[in-house]
């Protein structure tokens, strides 16, 4: 069955949110699910997702951070206003990432979801004028709409390759932290 790994080693979303987290992208799953086909599961990770191209893998990292910019300099900046980034939409490996900055878990999930929307519909901005969790503005008073829910019932079933070395960045980037190392970033 395929899977979402949220991806969180630096341990920035509390236990509790992620509760809230996983059991609002089940929701959104569940109510994007084709009938007789497996729904997809959502899950937070701490050892090595391996992904398939029917999976999904989203990195949640610190506001103003990004793993994106690791594997694609000219990606946008995670400080240019947006509260995370997939990229490229095109048939390259792609990232996703949502920059934590302390959202609600519900707000978060809804996050995580408008990415995973970039990443398995494969469009960049012009995806914005679909509505609801695709707007630009994703927030708590946004909810997923018919149109979300119709687009993304066939992209869940369509293969995206994902570009996973983000993992051993960030576990880099933990060992420092745990470590005491406060000036190591290996993030852009």
């Known amino acids: 069955m395929p899977e979402v790994y949220i991806y969180d080693i630096l341990e920035k979303v509390s236990a509790s949110d992620k509760a809230v987290v996983t059991r609002n992208l089940n929701d959104y799953l569940s109510r994007c699910a084709t009938k007789g086909v497996p729904v997809m599961r959502a899950w937070w990770w701490s050892w090595d997702p391996d992904p398939s191209g029917l999976d999904i893998l989203v990195y949640v990292v610190p506001f103003g951070k990004s793993v994106v910019r690791k594997r694609y ?15 490229p939409t095109n048939n390259q490996p792609t990232i996703s ?92």
């Open 73 to 87: 300099i000219k990606a946008p900046s995670p400080i240019s206003g947006h509260d995370g980034l997939t990229y």
């Open 97 to 188: 990432e949502v920059y934590y900055s302390g959202q609600d878990p519900e707000t978060l999930a809804k996050l995580i979801f408008h990415e995973m929307m970039h990443m398995k519909l494969r469009m960049g901005n012009e995806m914005h004028s679909i509505g609801g969790l695709a707007s630009a503005s994703v927030g708590p008073d946004t909810d997923l709409t018919k149109p979300n829910i119709e687009r993304m019932r066939p992209a869940l079933r369509q293969s995206v390759q994902q570009w996973t070395d983000g993992i051993e960045i960030l576990r880099q980037q933990k060992a420092a932290i745990d470590a005491g190392d406060t000036l190591t970033d290996v993030l852009e």
